[in-house]
């Protein structure tokens, strides 16, 4: 018997069986990720998302997800964080709410409405105190706003989280009751924006992503550290009755990846590492 011979013939069939297994394999993959994408086909993920975030989804990251899974469909609906809480509390049709503070959130987790296990916070913005870009105005700080004679725009600390943050910072600089009659309340953060873009009003408060969204306003400054002692956190969360889960998850994961924070920043978001 020719000892030798086998043994040639045993190591052809074993590298021949490690590379059909290595091509299989391959295949596998590749074709696991194709499946992975076609059972998102034709589902559709309804976006409840606070106001400041439209211009960053609507330009960048609505575009890149459907990209990314060409047979899914985003369809975002942008209010005041309040004013979607109260919709979704309502019966309004949302697979993910992204809010632009805990508040709403938290208050959805306790009415049992999120699946909590998919919250993240994962995003922060700044607090700013704006004018139009062509004001000559004297305004330097938030303390200056008592000498304002005009309208000082913020949003409605009743369904506003700007609105709400707003009034934080007015309280604890101690110019909240000098400056409340001079109000012009907005019904969210892009309205308190228009106001201030269109000369409506002296001056504003809003996100520093939406100041950073057009040339017709110029910041000041931003809200002193020790004035805003909750930080400006955006929550993510998954619905509960989210009708096509998976694209919903899909979606909240994309949100983490590192191109979709990097668009984020660009915005002028801030990670917020939890």
């Given at each position: 018997?020719?000892?030798?011979?086998?043994?040639?013939?045993?190591?052809?069939?074993?590298?021949?069986?490690?590379?059909?297994?290595?091509?299989?394999?391959?295949?596998?993959?590749?074709?696991?990720?194709?499946?992975?994408?076609?059972?998102?086909?034709?589902?559709?993920?309804?976006?409840?998302?606070?106001?400041?975030?439209?211009?960053?989804?609507?330009?960048?990251?609505?575009?890149?997800?459907?990209?990314?899974?060409?047979?899914?469909?985003?369809?975002?609906?942008?209010?005041?964080?309040?004013?979607?809480?109260?919709?979704?509390?309502?019966?309004?049709?949302?697979?993910?709410?992204?809010?632009?503070?805990?508040?709403?959130?938290?208050?959805?987790?306790?009415?049992?409405?999120?699946?909590?296990?998919?919250?993240?916070?994962?995003?922060?913005?700044?607090?700013?105190?704006?004018?139009?870009?062509?004001?000559?105005?004297?305004?330097?700080?938030?303390?200056?706003?008592?000498?304002?004679?005009?309208n000082i725009a913020i949003g409605d600390p009743e369904s506003v989280p700007a609105g709400?943050?707003?009034?934080?910072?007015?309280?604890?600089?101690?110019?909240?009751?000098?400056?409340?009659?001079?109000?012009?309340?907005?019904?969210?953060?892009?309205?308190?924006?228009?106001?201030?873009?269109?000369?409506?009003?002296?001056?504003?408060?809003?996100?520093?992503?939406?100041?950073?969204?057009?040339?017709?306003?110029?910041?000041?400054?931003?809200?002193?550290?020790?004035?805003?002692?909750?930080?400006?956190?955006?929550?993510?969360?998954?619905?509960?009755?989210?009708?096509?889960?998976?694209?919903?998850?899909?979606?909240?994961?994309?949100?983490?990846?590192?191109?979709?924070?990097?668009?984020?920043?660009?915005?002028?978001?801030?990670?917020?590492?939890?």
């Amino acid at each position: 018997m020719d000892y030798k011979k086998i043994i040639i013939a045993l190591l052809a069939i074993v590298i021949v069986a490690g590379a059909t297994s290595a091509v299989s394999a391959g295949l596998f993959d590749f074709l696991g990720s194709d499946t992975s994408n076609a059972d998102l086909d034709g589902q559709e993920v309804n976006l409840a998302a606070a106001a400041s975030l439209k211009n960053v989804y609507d330009e960048k990251l609505i575009p890149m997800f459907e990209e990314k899974y060409p047979g899914v469909k985003v369809t975002p609906t942008y209010a005041s964080s309040g004013d979607l809480q109260t919709q979704i509390e309502n019966g309004l049709e949302t697979d993910v709410f992204m809010s632009a503070a805990t508040k709403q959130m938290d208050a959805l987790i306790e009415e049992g409405l999120i699946d909590n296990e998919t919250n993240v916070q994962s995003l922060e913005n700044k607090v700013v105190l704006i004018v139009p870009a062509d004001s000559d105005s004297n305004i330097s700080s938030f303390d200056d706003l008592k000498n304002v004679e005009g309208n000082i725009a913020i949003g409605d600390p009743e369904s506003v989280p700007a609105g709400q943050y707003a009034q934080e910072v007015l309280n604890n600089t101690g110019i909240w009751d000098d400056v409340e009659s001079k109000l012009s309340l907005g019904t969210d953060v892009t309205a308190v924006l228009n106001q201030v873009a269109q000369g409506s009003a002296d001056c504003g408060i809003v996100y520093a992503t939406d100041a950073k969204s057009t040339d017709d306003v110029k910041v000041i400054c931003e809200a002193p550290e020790d004035a805003l002692k909750t930080p400006v956190i955006y929550p993510v969360a998954v619905l509960k009755e989210s009708k096509d889960a998976d694209a919903a998850n899909a979606f909240v994961e994309f949100l983490q990846t590192p191109e979709a924070q990097d668009v984020f920043v660009e915005y002028g978001f801030t990670i917020h590492e939890e």
